[in-house]
C-alpha cells in the first residue's frame, strides 16, 4: 500500500426614518446613502480580513496550534480567576454557595490544562509508540469534559430538585446578586472571545471550553433573573419566594444539557471510528469521476475522523482496459484525490493503493 501523508508544519438596514417636517430630504438622504455605502464597506473589509486571517490560520498548522493553545490558556487562567474570586468573595460574605461555585470554577481550572496539554500533543509528529500519532487524545478529552459538563447539568438539576421538594430557599439579595452580576459580565466576555475562536480556528477543544463558559453565563443569568424576580415581583419572605430560585435553575440546568450531550455524542463517534458521512459523500463522488476518466474497473474507500483529524484509506482495481500505467500517473490520481478533498494537508492521513487482484480492494 503506498501512503501519502504530510506531517509538515505548514485550520441594515435599522428601521424607518420618520419625517415629522415637510422639507427637502434629499441632503439628509444622501448623507445616509453615503453614511450607509461606508459603513457596508467596513463591514467587507472587515469579513475579507477573518477570511485572510481564517485562511493563514488553516494553511499554517504550526500557527493554528500557537494560537489554539494561547485561546486555550486565556480560557484557563480566566478560570481560575473566577475561581480565586468566588472563594474569596464567599468567604467574605459568608455564602457556602458562592464558595461552591468558586470551587466548580477550579475544576474548569483543571479540565482547562487538560486541554492545554492535548494542544500540545495533537500536532506532534508520530513516534514508535503512537506510530499514527497523538490524534485520538483530542475527542478523548473532549468526551471526558463534556460528560463532566453533563454531570455538573444533571448535579445542578438533581440539588433544585431536592429544594424545590424540602419547600424551597430564601435567596439572599446582598452580596450574592454583586458576585453573579461581576461573574456573569466575566463569562460573557469569556464566551464571546472564545466562539470567535472556535469559528476561526474550527477547534473541538475551544468549542468544548466555549461550552463551559455559555454554561456558567446562562446560570449566573438565571441567577440574576430570580433576583430580579424576587425582588421586584415578589416579597423575599413569600413562599413563592422560595421556589423561584431551584425552579429556575432546574429548567436551565436541563436546557444546558443540550450541547455537551451532542459533543460527547460527536466524539465518542470519532473513538469508535463512525464514518464521516460528508467525507464519505465527497470521496465517493471523487472516485466516481475519476472512475470515468481513467477507466478504473472498481475500487473500495474507508473514511474515519478522530478530532479534527481525517483518515481517508482508497483502493483501486485496474485492468488491461486502465488509462493508467506509470507511478507518475499513480502519484497525479492521488494528487488529485488530495485537491478535490480540499482538507489541510497536515488534517488528513491519506492513503492510496493500486492492485490488480480484486480481493485487495
Known amino acids: 500500500m503506498t501512503t501519502q501523508q504530510d ?9 424607518t426614518s420618520v419625517r415629522k417636517y415637510k422639507q427637502d430630504s434629499k441632503p ?53 480567576i473566577l475561581a480565586i474570586f468566588g472563594i474569596s468573595f464567599g468567604i467574605f460574605v459568608k455564602s457556602m454557595a458562592v464558595i461552591f461555585d468558586g470551587f466548580v470554577a477550579l475544576i474548569s481550572v ?25 490524534v485520538r487524545f483530542e475527542p478523548m478529552v473532549n468526551l471526558f469534559k463534556s460528560l463532566v459538563l453533563v454531570f455538573v447539568c444533571v448535579y445542578a438539576f438533581i440539588n433544585a430538585l431536592q429544594s424545590i421538594i424540602h419547600g424551597g430557599y430564601a435567596v439572599e439579595l446582598g452580596g450574592a ?33 466555549n461550552t463551559e463558559w455559555k454554561i456558567d453565563c446562562v446560570l449566573y443569568l438565571g441567577a440574576l433573573g430570580a433576583f430580579g424576580v424576587i425582588y421586584f415581583l415578589l416579597s423575599p419572605k413569600s413562599a413563592l419566594a422560595m421556589y423561584v430560585d431551584p425552579l429556575l435553575l432546574a429548567v436551565l440546568s436541563l436546557m444546558l444539557c443540550v450541547s455537551p450531550i451532542r459533543i460527547a455524542i460527536a466524539n465518542f463517534k470519532d473513538l469508535i471510528m463512525v464514518a464521516p458521512s460528508e467525507i464519505d459523500s465527497k470521496i465517493t463522488q471523487i472516485m466516481e469521476s475519476l472512475s470515468k476518466d481513467f477507466g478504473f474497473s472498481d475500487y473500495d474507500t474507508h473514511v474515519a475522523k478522530s478530532g479534527r483529524f481525517y483518515m481517508v484509506e482508497v483502493n483501486i482495481l485496474i485492468d488491461k482496459n486502465s488509462k493508467i500505467s506509470s507511478v507518475a500517473e499513480f502519484d497525479s490520481v492521488r494528487d488529485r484525490i488530495e485537491k478535490s478533498l480540499d482538507i489541510p494537508s497536515y488534517k488528513i492521513w491519506l492513503s492510496v493503493s493500486f492492485t490488480g487482484n480484486a480481493k485487495w480492494l
Open 28 to 80: 439628509d438622504s444622501l448623507n445616509h446613502t453615503e453614511s450607509k455605502h461606508s459603513t457596508t464597506q467596513k463591514q467587507d473589509k472587515h469579513k475579507a480580513q477573518i477570511l485572510a486571517l481564517k485562511h493563514a490560520l488553516k494553511t499554517d498548522s504550526k500557527k493554528a496550534a500557537q494560537k489554539e493553545q494561547f485561546v486555550l490558556k486565556v480560557s484557563m487562567y480566566s478560570a481560575l
Open 7 to 15: 506531517t509538515s508544519y505548514n485550520h441594515r438596514s435599522y428601521g
Open 110 to 134: 483543571g479540565l482547562g490544562a487538560l486541554s492545554v496539554i492535548t494542544s500540545r500533543y495533537i500536532y506532534k509528529e508520530d513516534d514508535d509508540i503512537f506510530q499514527y500519532g497523538y
Open 177 to 209: 446578586v454583586a458576585y453573579s452580576l461581576c461573574a456573569f459580565v466575566f463569562c460573557a466576555i469569556l464566551f464571546i472571545y472564545t466562539l470567535f475562536y472556535t469559528r476561526l480556528l474550527e477547534s473541538d477543544l475551544i468549542k468544548v471550553d
